[in-house]
């Protein structure tokens, strides 16, 4: 079992790095903003989903990589390879602003200053004209990397992947997961929950960063409300929820599932988008609350680190 | 910025703070009832208001009453609307984890803000019945934004003394003292909690009433009356009703002083540096809350 499971992931992994030499630029836009998906519901998943904290903001961190990256591309010359990891570096630093205040606490502060955090980051933004070009966006150098970018993008799925994988199968995980069941008894027992959470919430910045260091070289062209959309939120967090949050390829499930049912079904409903998207958070936190993969774990038997 | 500030334009923006202030107070004070009654934080809070704000926005548009007398539709309707979410959804998760709570009512949240640009479009609408101001010295007070706070402040009262003097109120304050203890004393926690819910909506729909005569309103307008009215709370103390008044009258002076240093866009951000603010130095809150 273990083993046809390791083949397998070995082979899929092998298939998509050989993807791009048959692919049409369709395909490769296609399985880029899987990759993006994978990537930013898992890190959604590693603090929200492993500690309980709901993070209703990592749009934020998508944004602030978005133009981090961007400018450095634009004014400093950087290449986007170095610019994109500096951006997640930048969308830490932000997540340590935030974090720190408002993870020392219980209870829901912490998801409602993340509501909060997308609107600021948008306005000042909007603000610092001179930097970021303000509402009128940031067009970035005209280059053609997208069959790059789209292994870069899949790395970055793979490594927060791996990241969930090492956490949950670690004493890490074990650590947030008891802060999720109950925080008063895990610190009875001696973590420090406060700095805990906040390893957790650095963590799953750090990805979303890069990955809009990346969308942006990608797209060519940012302005604050295409990075700094609600809408992207909503999408990491159903993405999570419907495979199942707090588990390794939960988030992967959702991601993949939703995202090609958005591109073949949905595209024509575009109207009805996030009326669904409502109705499958509502469905899954009163129905199914560990998510496509609790039902098939309790139905086959499935390990628990899954 | 090299704009001297004169007496006169403090006391301006003193007195539009405290206007300001008064309708963010009305609005967290249905906020507070529901994290107290069930500690449940209702992110669709704002949601509902702009329910509230359109139904004003349309009781004018196609009835052409005078659009306060919208009060009347927009409370009881939000009322309804609020019961019903806690009979059919959120009653299922109030002792739940909060991560069920928080994300039911965003999930609620986003629904409701669809259908409503589905139904209403996303355009800016507005009501166009009270412009201009009245002039006292040199203070110039914006005629809607006056009545809006008269209007506010009777609420706000008639809710503390329903919740003061009336056998429910009384019911609703205890149960957000100890649930349990309440159910044994032979108070029906469920249906408080419905009351509770709807109350909070109604004070939240009168909320978008008022807002609706003072500026433009489009669906997505809920979510910074959330995050405000989330604000207020941490602000007075969580769970701590009188609180909310005082928190509400804080950041409405808090926002207004700020725009006179600071260009209209920027003020926006101000609230949200309070709320990090509050929490590193005083995170149960300026009058002390009880603790979370």
Redesign the interface.
């Known amino acids: 079992m273990r083993w046809a499971f390791l083949v397998a992931l070995v082979g899929g992994l092998l298939l998509l790095a050989l993807y791009p030499m048959v692919a049409t630029g369709y395909g490769i836009q296609f399985m880029l903003q899987l990759f993006m998906w994978v990537a930013l519901a898992q890190s959604w998943n590693l603090v ?1 989903g492993l500690t ?3 993070s ?1 903001g990592h749009v934020a961190f998508f944004g602030t990589g978005a133009y981090a990256g961007a400018i450095l591309v634009t004014t400093h010359g950087w290449h986007w390879g170095p610019a994109s990891l500096a951006a997640g570096v930048a969308a830490v630093i932000l997540a340590l ?2 974090g720190y ?2 993870l ?6 912490f ?3 993340m ?3 997308n ?2 980051m948008r ?2 933004v ?2 610092f004209e001179g930097l970021t070009g303000g509402g009128s966006g940031l067009s970035l150098p005209t280059l053609h990397a997208s069959g790059q970018i789209y292994y870069a993008m899949g790395l970055a799925a793979i490594a927060v992947t791996a990241a969930a994988y090492l956490i949950i199968t670690s004493r890490f995980g074990l650590r947030l997961m008891t802060i ?1 069941e109950d925080e008063i008894a895990a610190e009875a027992m001696g973590i420090d929950t406060a700095r805990y959470k906040l390893y957790a919430f650095l963590l799953s910045a750090f990805v979303p960063g890069v990955v809009g260091g990346l969308f942006a070289r990608d797209q060519g062209y940012i302005e604050p409300i295409s990075v700094f959309a ?1 809408l992207t939120t ?1 999408t990491m ?1 159903v993405m999570a ?1 419907f495979g199942g949050k707090g588990t390794i390829w939960g988030p992967v499930l959702g991601a993949v599932t939703l995202f090609v049912f958005q591109e073949l079904v949905w595209a024509r409903f575009l ?5 669904l ?6 469905f899954v ?2 129905l199914m ?1 560990r998510g496509i993969l609790g039902v098939l774990q309790e139905r086959y038997r499935l390990p628990r680190t899954l | 910025m090299g704009v001297t500030i004169t007496p006169a334009m403090v006391g301006q923006v003193v007195i539009s703070g405290l206007l300001a202030g008064a309708l963010y107070s009305m609005v967290a004070l249905g906020l507070a009832l529901i994290y107290g009654v069930m500690r449940v ?1 209702n ?1 669709a809070h704002g949601t509902i208001l702009m329910l509230g704000a359109y139904t004003t926005f349309w009781w004018f548009h196609l009835l052409g009453v005078n659009p306060y007398l919208s009060l009347l539709a927009s409370m009881p309707l939000m009322f309804l609307l609020g019961v019903l979410l806690q009979w059919m ?1 959120v009653t ?2 109030v002792d739940a ?4 709570s ?3 009512t ?10 409503a ?2 139904s209403f479009t996303s355009d800016l609408r507005s009501v166009e019945f009270l412009t201009g101001a009245f002039l006292v010295g040199p203070i110039a007070l914006s005629k809607s934004r006056l009545i809006s706070f008269a209007f506010a402040v009777v609420i706000t009262l008639l809710a503390f003394w329903f919740l003061q003097k009336t056998k429910l109120g009384k019911a609703i304050r205890a149960t957000s003292q100890s649930s349990e203890v309440a159910m044994v004393c032979g108070i029906n926690v469920q249906r408080i909690n419905l009351y509770a819910f709807g109350i909070a909506s109604a004070l939240a729909a009168a909320g978008g009433s008022l807002v609706a005569v003072m500026i433009a309103i489009q669906p ?1 307008m809920g ?2 009356y ?2 405000k009215s ?2 207020v709370i ?1 602000l007075g103390g ?1 769970g701590n009703y009188p609180g909310a008044l005082l928190g509400g009258m804080l950041l409405g002076l808090v926002e207004q002083l700020s725009s006179l240093f600071l ?1 209209t ?2 003020s ?2 101000v ?2 540096v309070l ?2 603010l509050v ?2 130095l005083r ?1 149960t809150g300026l009058l002390g809350g009880r603790a ?1």
């Open positions: 929200s309980g904290y709901v209703f602003i935030i205040p408002c020392r606490l219980k209870g829901p502060y998801a409602i200053a509501l909060g955090l609107e600021v306005v000042l909007s603000y999720r609600l909503i967090i929820l109207y009805l988008h996030q009326i998207f409502g109705a499958i958070i509502v936190v009163l609350p | 934080i992110i959804l299922r998760v984890p909060e991560l069920s928080l994300l039911l965003f999930g609620i949240s986003i629904a409701l803000v669809n259908v640009q589905l997505e979510q910074v959330t995050f989330f604000l941490v969580a260009t866009q920027v926006e951000a609230a949200y709320l990090v929490l590193l995170p979370t």
